[in-house]
Every structure is written in structure tokens, then in C-alpha cells.
């Protein structure tokens, strides 16, 4: 038996989400030592998420992650990794904090969430507070897609998350109707503007998320 308060991975995880992408400038990036932004004519493409991991998955919580873009790391052996840079990410579950923060050396921090049909609010233990718009729109469709997250913890192997998802489909909105924010991670996000291509819905969903991949500096 486990020691600590979450399972080992790999995580079998069942939900709902909705993932919206964005352009940030990149000169607006903040990120730690190792990790090159991916950039494109000065801009870099990030996303912003909301979900609710539901029975049966082993941890039930409501998570909403902001990715202000993709990374790519080299290590001094030539190896090359991409992913995206978790600048923040909001939780319910003491135990998915533990995980997150211990297992894939992402930033968790605890928030309390409140969701009615269309809106989500979000308020954070660091003082910020979100509110989300989300609509679907459109047929249902299946999709497969996989995720990569790229996690510099100073003074420790660069960690990569990954997690591939399942789902039942479809187009959606997200709109961050209100933020007042009290960490810095969020500075990226006041700069970025939503891509012509819409956001998804995934209702539900299925994934599995691996172990952690450490890559030496």
C-alpha cells in the first residue's frame, strides 16, 4: 500500500473538459532555466483548460490549467523533448496536489470551484479568481489526441508529463469573462487572444497518464 495520498501511475482518468488555444507574444514569457519557447513571427501557442475528472477515475476533482505555451528542451546528451509549460494550474483534491507536485513537478495550487450550466467560477488559495463562459456547439465526433507537458523545477531533472486521451467530441467556447489575478503566471495571459479555430469540448472522456519521464540537464 502507498504511502502517500494519491495512486501510482499510470492514472486511468474519466471526465469532461474543455481546452481553448491561444497566441501569447513572446516576448511576454516567463519561463525557467532550460526551457525554449517554441515561437512562430514572435508569438508562441498556448491553452487554457477547464476539467472535471469524474468516478471512475481513482481521484475526483475539477482542475483549470493555464499553458501559456510549448517547449521544447535539450539536454547536454543532444536529446530533444516538446511539450507544453505549465505556468499554473488550480485543483479541489489534496491528494492530486500531493501527485501533481510530487510525481510530475507540476504547479498545483488549491482553489475552490463553482459550476452551473455555462459558467465556472474559480477562486484561488494564491488570491486569484476566474470566470469562465463554456458552451458546446454542434454534433458530437470522436477524437484521440495525446498531451506533453515539459516541467524545469529548479536545481532537478527537467520532468515530462504525458497523457493520452479518448473522447467524445465537439466544437465549444470557452471565455474567460472576468480574472483578477495574484500571481505573476498569470501576466502571460492578459496579452493573449484566442485562435480563429474554436475551442473543444470533451464530454466524456477517457485517458491514461503515464509516468513521468526525467530527463537529465
Known sequence: MSDH????????????????????????????????PIVV?????GMIGYVEYLPPSPLTYHELIWMPCQVRFRSSGGLARRGYYVARMYVDSAATLAGGREIWGLP?????????????RVQ????????????????RFSAKTR??????PEGEDVIRF???FDARARVSTLRVTKIQHAHSAWRTFGGAWRLPRPAVMMDPFDSEMSEPERIPR
Not at 109 to 118: G, I, K, L
Not at 124 to 139: S, W
Not at 147 to 152: C, G, I, R, S
Open 5 to 36: 495520498p494519491y495512486p501510482d501511475p499510470p492514472w486511468h482518468m474519466h471526465g469532461f473538459a474543455v481546452l481553448c488555444p491561444v497566441i501569447v507574444r513572446a516576448r511576454d514569457l516567463e519561463l525557467p532555466s532550460g526551457l525554449e
Open 41 to 45: 513571427a514572435g508569438r508562441a501557442t
Open 108 to 120: 498545483k495550487t488549491m482553489a475552490e470551484f463553482v459550476r452551473d450550466d455555462r459558467h465556472v
Open 124 to 139: 484561488a488559495d494564491d488570491g486569484t479568481a476566474l470566470e469562465l463562459e463554456v458552451r458546446g456547439v454542434g454534433p
Open 147 to 152: 498531451v506533453a507537458t515539459l516541467q524545469a
Open 162 to 164: 504525458r497523457g493520452s
